[in-house]
């Protein structure tokens, strides 16, 4: 007995192993896993019912669908999870956060030897006589300064373009900015030893001046551990770690804006230059407060700056090209994220899209062509 003719129309010629997209034959399962093989090398993947949480809308190689896609309790295929995403991004950059992990070790090494003690001499005494004064930004607000304000920033853009890539590497190369300058500016404060321009009250806290008499060198009474800071003038620790973190900032806001896409809004430049300005209003208060001299303030900000950039570039496309936007992708995943936990933050073409595409499979599913 011969089949039907539309029988064979519906299920397409099966001695070449053809089939219909369309076919009522074909699961979501199949319908997504062919739509993944008929568009190369890279295709935009959308399930089928955006609205389930945990099905998200991303970019990414076809080589890489069938390792990451799997089915939850609705039978609805999930290509990639944020959590899912995020570890691999996490797993193919490992080496570099265990370097990072050395990084911060490093630091903390740095601040605990003793400096070199630099000759201080009575003739010297003239340029370090200035009072010891507290800070006026503390200690502990550098690392939010440099770090968890810029990373906020981040997040916050990450809640706007779903893009786990770009808070990754953002994320990344701020923090080997900030601790590749830290490690340079203790180890350099260290091997310098140069005294603060208030070394005098640290090294005699009661005034009295005491000298060697075959050296000349100073014999400091005071506490250990003012001492022990009173030769950690160059360069400045402050500068450096604030204008690592803010001038990573800045070079973000700069790509993120198109700082130079040629058409003339010179506003963006306020936006840009702000975490500079605070940086550098940074700086002049460790001078103001007579813990630095100009020049250690001088040779932080360099030093800050230069990590920033070497970094950001690592990561990031040069500001001055016209895909200063986003990162480098080497995965190409983390683009267009659907946070189904954040609806506040979908954009609202990015909804009606959604409910377009879910509507167009519940008719495809009752009606199928």
């Known amino acids: 007995m011969s089949r039907p003719a539309s029988g064979a129309l519906e ?31 890279h295709q935009h993947v959308q399930c089928p019912h955006p609205c389930i949480p945990g099905c998200c809308e991303i970019d990414i190689p076809a080589n ?24 691999e991004l996490f797993i ?24 070199f003690n630099r000759f201080v001499g009575e003739t010297m005494m003239g340029n370090l006589m200035y009072p010891l004064q507290p800070n ?22 990450f809640l706007y373009s779903k ?12 923090l ?21 321009p208030d070394f005098f009250w640290r090294c005699f806290p009661d005034g009295i001046a005491v000298y060697n008499n075959s050296t000349g ?22 500068t450096s770690w604030t204008f690592a973190g803010l001038g990573f900032l800045s070079l973000y806001l700069a790509g993120k804006l198109q700082l130079f896409n040629g058409r003339g809004h010179v506003a963006k430049l306020a936006v840009v230059f702000t975490p500079l300005l605070a940086a550098m209003l940074v700086g002049l208060s460790r001078v103001d407060d007579y813990w630095h001299h100009w020049q250690d303030v001088f040779a932080g900000a360099f030093l800050g700056l230069a990590m920033a950039a070497l970094c950001y570039h ?34 609202r073409e990015d909804k009606t899209a959604q409910e377009n595409g879910l509507n167009d499979s519940l008719e495809n599913s009752v009606h199928p062509s």
């Open 11 to 41: 299920r397409g010629d099966e001695s070449d192993g053809s089939r219909s997209l369309h076919s009522p034959l074909l699961t979501e399962d199949d319908q997504c896993h062919e739509t993944s093989q008929r568009h190369s090398p």
């Open 217 to 238: 060198n100073v014999i400091c009474h005071g506490e250990h551990a003012v001492i022990k800071e009173g030769y950690k003038s160059f360069p400045s620790g402050h």
């Open 314 to 347: 690592e990561f990031f496309p040069s500001i001055l090209g016209e895909n200063s936007m986003g990162p480098h992708s080497y995965l190409q995943i983390g683009n267009n994220f659907k946070l189904n936990c954040f609806p506040f933050f979908w954009h």
């Open 176 to 196: 080997f900015a900030v601790f590749i300058t830290g490690v340079i500016t203790d180890a350099t404060k260290d091997a310098v030893g140069r005294p603060r």
């Open 64 to 87: 890489t669908v069938s390792n990451e896609s799997v089915t939850d309790p609705l039978e609805i295929p999930v290509i990639r999870t944020l959590g899912g995403a995020t570890y």
């Open 92 to 115: 193919f950059h490992i080496r570099d956060w265990v370097a990072l992990l050395t990084l911060a070790i490093l630091v903390l090494v740095l601040n605990i030897i003793d400096p």
């Open 136 to 157: 006026t930004v503390p200690v502990a607000a550098v690392p939010v300064i440099a770090i968890f304000i810029p990373v906020a920033i981040f997040v916050a853009f």
């Open 163 to 174: 893009d786990i890539t770009d808070l990754h590497h953002a994320t990344l190369g701020l």
